[in-house]
């Protein structure tokens, strides 16, 4: 499971990459984020760095005051899970993450990301682009669309969609264009015909949003191919691809990971349409709250004036807490320890789909999941259901949950709320035995709904 491309599937370039100059963002950028002003305290922040001023400028209460003196954890190590170290937060770290910092994150953390998105997607620092902490990709992911999306404003998302963004596209009476996917990820097919059959006239999308690895729902992964065409069809219409990457590190698939939209758009004639966003939930911690965006500086600067204005910045302790933890780790500590929690969720994604077979064959249809931690699969409520027949949705909600199951139906994933037979099941938390009995359950849920049509039959 471990990238062993170069240094993630992408050739490296001698020359200097190309990208879109500051300029052509001003026509993606939304009025909101256009009129937008920098933090008049917080932009000056960077210079009470320079040595020999002495700066009345911000309002940081005396670190003197604070009762913290130290902090200590625990964590367990990647080569030797059964070895736990001692972490300690102190001294000058401390005093960083008590107090207020740069809103785009403490430096020491976003140096070590920049060098793990090197590592990873083969990005240099040269090349037009620089990283934002955020307090988990959720938030960085509403800023942005807050960044680039106007009231009334057409958006691409890919259909089923994380159940997350619908609301945010919702609220700006955004006309959600549903971009068909399969197991192969998004139907570049689709987009295509939705793009050169656009109304003339009528202003194009700016944005596609899609999650390309173990997708939330359907828990489908991208192929290279269809990866390279959207950033083709990406360059034809002018538009940017909000890359939400949470499952990256939970990719278990048999072949080696596919490079990300953030890596491919080396091989572009220009780099600068991919705002990519990463998150340590599933890997660190849900609850610690850190992910973080990586894209051209132009919007980034814009996500960052939102933040300055909103919660000035993401927790400065957590991010001193993560630091401590991956700068003891290593980046080598790091893959080893993504590697096996990418192990850990390939065992539980087994475990269910063997009940699966046991219990719904005949029942469910569905793909196997190479990255994340969601089975996404079609009822067979009757004989004749195709692909657009049937409803989950009463069967979930009321069949499945009486018999004590509960699951998500696949309507909530669907920016019009269309019926669909679909149902999303996660396996992250359940043990084997609990798997067993929910799949069991649910068979029984759905042999109960067939039973009317089999009767008028």
Same mark, same amino acid.
């Given at each position: ?103 785009? &994150? ?29 307090? &988990? ?115 278990? &698939? ?204």
């Amino acid at each position: 499971m471990s990238n062993n491309l170069e240094p993630n599937g992408t050739s490296s370039k001698a020359a200097a990459v190309e990208r879109l100059p500051n300029e052509c963002y001003t026509d993606f950028l939304s009025d909101v984020a256009k009129e937008r002003k920098p933090s008049a305290i917080r932009s000056l922040f960077p210079l009470e760095k320079t040595p020999g001023v002495i700066s009345l400028l911000a309002g940081k209460p005396n670190a003197s005051t604070f009762p913290f003196t130290s902090l200590s954890f625990k964590a367990r190590s990647p080569g030797k899970p059964d070895e736990e170290t001692t972490l300690m937060v102190d001294g000058a770290d401390l005093a960083q993450g008590l107090q207020y910092g740069d809103t785009a &994150g403490l430096k020491q953390l976003l140096d070590w990301i920049f060098r793990l998105q090197e590592l990873n997607h083969g990005r240099k620092k040269d090349e037009g682009w620089r990283i934002s902490i955020g307090s &988990g990709s959720q938030d960085l992911i509403f800023k942005a669309v807050a960044c680039l999306v106007n009231p009334g404003d057409s958006v691409l998302v890919e259909s089923p969609v994380y159940a997350g963004v619908i609301p945010m596209f919702h609220s700006l009476h955004c006309n959600q264009i549903e971009v068909e996917t399969d197991s192969r990820g998004i139907r570049s097919s689709s987009l295509r015909t939705i793009l050169e059959q656009w109304p003339a006239g009528k202003p194009k999308p700016k944005v596609l949003y899609t999650v390309p690895y173990g997708c939330n729902p359907t828990g489908m992964t991208a192929t290279l191919e269809r990866r390279k065409e959207v950033l083709q069809l990406a360059r034809e219409h002018n538009f940017l691809i909000l890359e939400d990457d949470p499952y990256f590190y939970l990719y278990y &698939g048999k072949a080696p990971r596919y490079p990300s939209y953030f890596a491919l758009e080396l091989e572009e004639p220009e780099v600068g349409r991919v705002l990519r966003f990463d998150s340590l939930s599933k890997i660190l911690s849900a609850g610690i709250r850190i992910g973080f965006a990586s894209g051209p500086e132009t919007l980034l600067n814009a996500i960052d004036q939102h933040t300055a204005t909103s919660n000035l910045q993401t927790s400065s302790l957590t991010q001193a807490i993560v630091y401590k933890l991956l700068d003891s780790w290593g980046h080598e500590g790091f893959r080893i320890h993504t590697e096996n929690v990418a192990s850990f969720y390939a065992a539980k994604r087994d475990i269910f789909e063997s009940a699966m077979k046991k219990y719904l064959t005949g029942l469910a249809e569905w793909d196997t999941p190479e990255a994340g931690m969601f089975f996404w699969f079609k009822l067979l409520i009757d004989d004749t259901s195709d692909a657009s027949g049937g409803d989950s949705k009463a069967v979930i909600e009321t069949k499945a949950f009486d018999k004590g199951v509960l699951a998500l139906p696949g309507t909530v994933f669907l920016p019009n709320g269309r019926r669909t037979p679909y149902v999303r099941a996660s396996f992250s938390q359940t043990g084997e035995e609990e798997v067993e009995k929910a799949i069991k359950r649910l068979r029984d849920a759905i042999l109960e709904a067939r039973a009317p049509a089999a009767a008028s039959t």
